[in-house]
């Protein structure tokens, strides 16, 4: 009786991933029995790899939000994962912003159409973190993401970025801007066009830091950033129409307020069309960030969005990135193992300095100062 006692007790502390003196290996060295994919912080969890695909499979569906098929190569990174797994890939609202995708992980909670995954701003990540709406899952190369570009309990993590950019069609504006204060001349009435709003877009939160940056602010103090947006349309300048290739090619938003990743892909999505699209990393105010990938935590289709995130983090993924001018988190990474593209590398501007980052707390006062700024000193 004790015996048996004994060997139950044993059973449950290995389920419970306890290891403790006198009880000796976990079933006599036999691995611990496998978990539900929607409780498993990593493939291991769920009996490995090839289990996890399984797991996935058998689900056949991957809920996502937010994802154009033209940003950072998401086109090509859907293709490839349904043909190499055979699962469908659903995109709603492909042109909603960070905010929108954390507003349908609590509207749709516990039900079938809710995001699997979320692809943020790592602000935005922060925040769904802190709502607990994220599933802690480690990737198979969590250990080669650099620190500051994740979540230490794996929560979210960076997988691309870029840096905050300046387009121009030179076949419409005489001289291209290279700089923020370039931004403000009387030539560009009407003409400076960003993506989305600092309140919800990750892109837009961005330019607003790197505008701060140009004009005396710092990662502590993003108030000067609206202030010069508060200065853009106060001259005419700042145009509302979100930038996208049509709206380029129809000479509605010549200059854009972009990721380099985006206005660089511009030059291959504008080929043909008579614009002459230029890009810019303003110098007087450089800033990059990453997008942080995040797994909701009542995701509809847990197994599919764990194999979803291990996918966007094999070398064969982040390769796809570069493609269309984002950089992979694990480059420097892939660069010493050998499995970087490097013809595709090649291609990324060149950015004087290391990129420095924000840390949250930092991160969490500039959005406060947005949310709360913004709307009264340039508008929605």
Request: aromatic content about 8%.
């Amino acid at each position: 009786m004790t015996r048996h006692h004994r060997a139950r007790t044993g059973a449950l502390l290995c389920v419970l991933g306890l290891v403790t003196p006198g009880l000796g290996a976990c079933g006599e060295g036999e691995p611990p029995r496998p978990v539900p994919p929607s409780r498993a912080a990593s493939a291991a969890d769920v009996g490995g790899s090839a289990a996890l695909v399984r797991a996935a499979k058998r689900e056949g569906r991957l809920n996502t939000i937010a994802l154009p098929r033209q940003w950072a190569n998401y086109g090509g990174l859907i293709d490839g994962f349904e043909k190499k797994y055979g699962i469908k890939v659903v995109v709603s609202e492909p042109n909603d912003h960070s905010e929108q995708e954390i507003d349908a992980v609590k509207r749709y909670r516990g039900g079938q159409r809710a995001p699997d995954v979320i692809d943020v701003g790592d602000s935005f990540a922060q925040s769904a973190a802190r709502q607990n709406l994220l599933a802690p899952y480690r990737v198979a190369p969590f250990d080669q993401i650099p620190p500051d570009q994740k979540d230490a309990a794996a929560r979210w993590y960076n997988n691309y970025g870029g840096y905050v950019s300046i387009g121009c069609d030179a076949s419409r504006v005489r001289t291209c801007p290279e700089s923020f204060a370039d931004l403000l001349r009387p030539e560009y009435k009407g003409l400076v066009a960003m993506y989305g709003q600092p309140t919800d877009a990750g892109s837009a939160f961005a330019a607003v830091y790197a505008a701060a940056l140009a004009n005396g602010g710092s990662f502590d103090d993003i108030r000067p950033g609206i202030d010069f947006f508060a200065r853009l349309k106060r001259v005419g300048n700042y145009n509302r129409t979100a930038p996208t290739p049509t709206t380029i090619a129809q000479g509605e938003t010549p200059i854009s307020i972009e990721w380099d990743y985006l206005n660089l892909a511009h030059l291959d999505q504008l080929r043909g069309t008579g614009v002459k699209w230029k890009v810019s990393i303003p110098f007087d105010g450089s800033f990059s960030q990453y997008y942080a990938q995040g797994i909701n935590k009542n995701a509809p289709h847990p197994a599919a969005a764990r194999l979803w995130e291990e996918y966007l983090f094999t070398p064969e993924s982040q390769n796809l990135r570069l493609v269309d001018y984002a950089r992979p988190v694990l480059l420097a990474a892939m660069a010493k193992n050998g499995t970087l593209d490097k013809t595709l590398a090649a291609r990324l501007p060149t950015v004087e300095g290391t990129p420095q980052f924000p840390t949250e707390a930092q991160l969490n006062k500039a959005v406060r100062t947005v949310q709360e700024n913004w709307a009264k000193a340039v508008g929605r």
